[in-house]
């Protein structure tokens, strides 16, 4: 009895709350008084005697100190909403901003794979947030870091979901944890007198490519080539596309941002400082505040670019003559053309075989084109006839994947031309040549895994030109080529770990013929087997060197003294953020 009612004191019966599970604060003064009434009438008494109401008191202090009390999601969400309010003047309807489990689950698990890119972080084995918030207005991304430090609430943000290990939405280190998704804010603005455009955080790479392209068919950037990706975590890592050989990274080429900081201020480049601008620009979402926005630099591209795709398999190419060639010239071809090479497992007769596939954009037409292939690359074969030419646009939507013929505008709608599937994927940089013992092993790998895939890109020209430690992003002169590995597989597959293996005994068999001390990775292509931060108050800067040399070489130093400067509480951070020198409580 004395249990049940400290309970009932704890959460007094005339707080009255609203559909949304929030107190509604006229119902809950009106009723006050009632409830005293019925709580008496209910005991039986008018007065309460003093040994009973010592018994009362210690009934409830037993049960305070006793019970150790737990923050469920809606209570949460609750207290974060009430916060919200406290903290911004602009309007939040709570149906379309606001997605809990406790509220609606089928609602909140929509959302939550919205943009997830990676099923193996969708199982239910998963830590899941306890409420997703989509903010509509910056007042709101400001209002939730300051709530969040309120709170004691650990928040992570999304943009386009991208992230190979679903840092942006699953949490292994902190609970309880939130996700801020940032779809909503998606304004692109495109200004082609100054040659710029400021592109908010939430939009996806297709949407600010054909929204420059709407304002002219001779302005283009050099990011991303798949086109689902969230502008605002894609450039923190750095940026690589079809142009990078010709104008670097979209990295390369940012103006100003806008970010809200630990404080919950929004800053741009001027308020920032130098070193801030500079960490943000390739070190990686989620470690030095929250971008709300970039102002990048539009680059020139001609009105026609020619695009071409030639598969070999490998009875095609014996003794791997046409990969080795390709591995002597791709990082030393003119600027405007970008090869890669996508190798793939198919079948053949019964059995199966490896492809390699030469998937090249040119920025000029289809008879500049073949002059640049006959002089230096003879070998691949081409022909005007495996050519086509068309506008930078239409270039974008060939080389993301889509069927041709695809209408450009499905580059609005913020999706992948390709399933989703579970992954697992890693990445390496190559300095040397891999000699054909190398090549043979790697295609004896590939034929053993179900669905594997791996990309070399090509690099050289720009991004030969442009400084190590010009942008936290390192990877330049002596770089020939980028390798991403890649396996997955669907739900219906159990044998997780046989793939995981698998691309980890591969990237081991790599060892001899990439780069060495560092083994350099690429930030954006997440991998958490280079190792991991602890929870907050045990990141530590020499575990971190580990990855963090990988990832950003030298560089890596300068980003831990901004972090230490900028954000010394933590406040950002998660499994591979940049940790501060020294975490202050």
Same mark, same amino acid.
């Given at each position: 009895m004395?249990?049940s =009612?400290?309970?009932?004191l704890?959460?007094p019966p005339? +707080?009255?709350?609203?559909q949304?599970?929030?107190?509604?604060?006229?119902?809950?003064k009106?009723?006050?008084q009632q409830s005293?009434a019925s =709580?008496?009438?209910?005991m039986g008494?008018?007065k309460?005697?003093?040994?009973f109401s010592?018994? $009362?008191i210690?009934? =409830?202090?037993f049960s305070l100190y006793t019970i150790?009390?737990?923050?469920?999601?809606a209570s949460?969400?609750?207290q974060f909403?009430n916060c919200?309010?406290?903290?911004?003047?602009?309007?939040f309807?709570?149906?379309s901003?606001?997605?809990?489990?406790?509220?609606?689950v089928s609602m909140f698990?929509?959302?939550?794979?919205?943009?997830?890119?990676?099923?193996r972080y969708l199982?239910?084995s998963m830590p899941?947030?306890g409420?997703?918030?989509?903010? $509509?207005h910056e007042?709101?991304?400001?209002a939730?870091?300051?709530?969040?430090?309120?709170l004691?609430?650990?928040v992570?943000?999304?943009?386009g979901g991208?992230d190979y290990e679903?840092?942006s939405?699953v949490?292994k280190i902190?609970?309880?944890f939130i996700?801020?998704?940032?779809?909503?804010l998606?304004r692109?603005?495109?200004?082609?007198k100054?040659n710029?455009?400021?592109?908010?955080?939430? /939009?996806? +790479?297709?949407e600010?490519?054909?929204?420059?392209?709407?304002k002219?068919?001779?302005?283009g950037?050099?990011?991303?080539?798949?086109?689902?990706?969230?502008?605002?975590?894609?450039?923190?890592?750095g940026a690589?596309?079809? %142009?990078?050989? *010709?104008?670097? @990274?979209?990295?390369?080429?940012?103006?100003?941002?806008?970010i809200?900081d630990a404080?919950?201020k929004?800053?741009?480049r001027k308020?920032m400082g130098?070193?801030t601008?500079?960490?943000?620009?390739?070190? /990686?979402?989620?470690?030095?505040?929250?971008?709300l926005?970039?102002? !990048? *630099?539009?680059?020139?591209v001609p009105k026609? &670019?020619?695009?071409?795709? &030639?598969?070999k398999?490998l009875q095609q190419d014996?003794?791997?003559? !046409?990969?080795? *060639?390709?591995?002597?010239?791709a990082?030393k071809?003119v600027?405007?053309?970008?090869?890669?090479v996508?190798?793939?497992?198919a079948?053949n007769?019964g059995?199966?075989t490896a492809t390699?596939?030469y998937?090249?954009?040119f920025?000029?037409n289809?008879?500049m @084109?073949?002059?640049?292939m #006959?002089?230096?690359?003879?070998e691949l074969?081409?022909?005007?006839?495996?050519?086509?030419e068309?506008?930078?646009l239409?270039?974008?939507?060939?080389?993301?994947?889509f /069927?041709?013929?695809?209408p450009?505008?499905?580059?609005?709608q913020? *999706?992948?031309?390709?399933?989703?599937? #579970?992954f697992?994927?890693?990445?390496?940089f190559v300095?040397?040549?891999?000699?054909?013992?190398?090549?043979?092993?790697?295609?004896k790998?590939?034929?053993?895994?179900?669905n594997?895939? %791996?990309?070399?890109?090509?690099?050289?020209?720009?991004?030969?030109?442009i400084p190590?430690?010009?942008?936290?992003?390192?990877?330049?002169?002596? &770089?020939i080529?980028k390798?991403?590995?890649?396996?997955n597989w669907?739900?219906?597959d159990?044998?997780?770990?046989?793939?995981?293996?698998?691309?980890?005994?591969?990237y081991?068999?790599?060892?001899?013929y990439?780069?060495?001390n560092?083994?350099?990775?690429?930030?954006?292509y997440?991998? @958490?087997? @280079?190792?991991?931060n602890k929870?907050?108050c045990?990141?530590?800067?020499?575990?971190?060197?580990a990855?963090?040399?990988?990832?950003f070489?030298g560089?890596f130093?300068?980003?831990?003294?901004?972090?230490t400067? +900028?954000?010394?509480? #933590?406040?950002?951070r998660?499994?591979?953020?940049?940790?501060?020198m020294? &975490?202050? #409580?």
């Open positions: 004395f249990l =009612l400290s309970r009932r704890l959460s005339y +707080v009255k709350r609203n949304l599970g929030q107190v509604d604060w006229d119902q809950t009106s009723s006050k005293r =709580l008496k009438k209910e008494i008018s309460p005697s003093p040994a010592f018994l $009362l210690f009934a =409830l202090y150790t009390p737990t923050t469920s999601s949460l969400q609750d909403i919200l309010h406290k903290n911004t003047h602009v309007y309807p709570l149906e901003t606001f997605f809990a489990p406790a509220k609606n698990s929509e959302v939550l794979q919205s943009t997830a890119q990676n099923l199982t239910k899941k947030p409420f997703i918030f989509k903010p $509509l007042s709101h991304v400001q939730s870091i300051i709530c969040s430090k309120k004691g609430t650990h992570r943000i999304r943009s991208h679903g840092l939405y949490s902190e609970n309880p996700v801020m998704d940032l779809s909503k998606r692109v603005n495109i200004n082609i100054d710029s455009a400021w592109v908010q955080a939430g /939009a996806t +790479v297709g600010l490519y054909y929204r420059i392209a709407e002219s068919r001779v302005h950037f050099p990011a991303g080539l798949c086109s689902s990706l969230g502008i605002g975590g894609h450039i923190t890592g690589y596309g079809s %142009m990078m050989r *010709k104008y670097g @990274l979209g990295a390369d080429n940012v103006l100003d941002a806008k809200v404080n919950g929004i800053l741009d308020a130098e070193d601008f500079w960490a943000i620009r390739g070190g /990686a979402g989620g470690s030095f505040g929250i971008i926005e970039w102002k !990048i *630099k539009l680059v020139p026609t &670019v020619t695009v071409f795709t &030639v598969t398999t014996p003794g791997n003559k !046409i990969l080795s *060639k390709w591995q002597m010239v990082d071809l600027d405007e053309l970008f090869i890669r996508i190798f793939n497992v079948a007769n059995s199966k390699t596939s998937n090249a954009v920025l000029g289809k008879g @084109l073949m002059k640049v #006959n002089k230096s690359f003879p074969g081409l022909t005007p006839k495996d050519c086509t068309m506008s930078w239409e270039s974008i939507v060939y080389i993301s994947g /069927a041709s013929r695809t450009t505008k499905v580059l609005l913020g *999706k992948s031309p390709f399933p989703k599937n #579970n697992k994927a890693k990445s390496d300095k040397k040549p891999i000699p054909e013992s190398g090549l043979k092993g790697i295609f790998k590939l034929l053993k895994e179900d594997p895939m %791996m990309i070399w890109n090509p690099y050289g020209g720009m991004m030969a030109r190590e430690s010009q942008i936290p992003f390192p990877h330049r002169k002596g &770089v080529f390798i991403q590995y890649v396996t669907p739900d219906s159990r044998r997780q770990n046989k793939h995981i293996n698998w691309i980890r005994d591969l081991s068999f790599m060892t001899p990439v780069s060495t560092p083994r350099q990775a690429y930030v954006n997440r991998d @958490l087997d @280079l190792g991991q929870k907050r045990k990141s530590n800067v020499n575990q971190a060197q990855w963090g040399a990988s990832y070489k560089n130093e300068r980003l831990v003294k901004i972090k400067k +900028v954000d010394p509480r #933590n406040i950002f998660h499994e591979q953020s940049i940790p501060p020294l &975490v202050q #409580n």
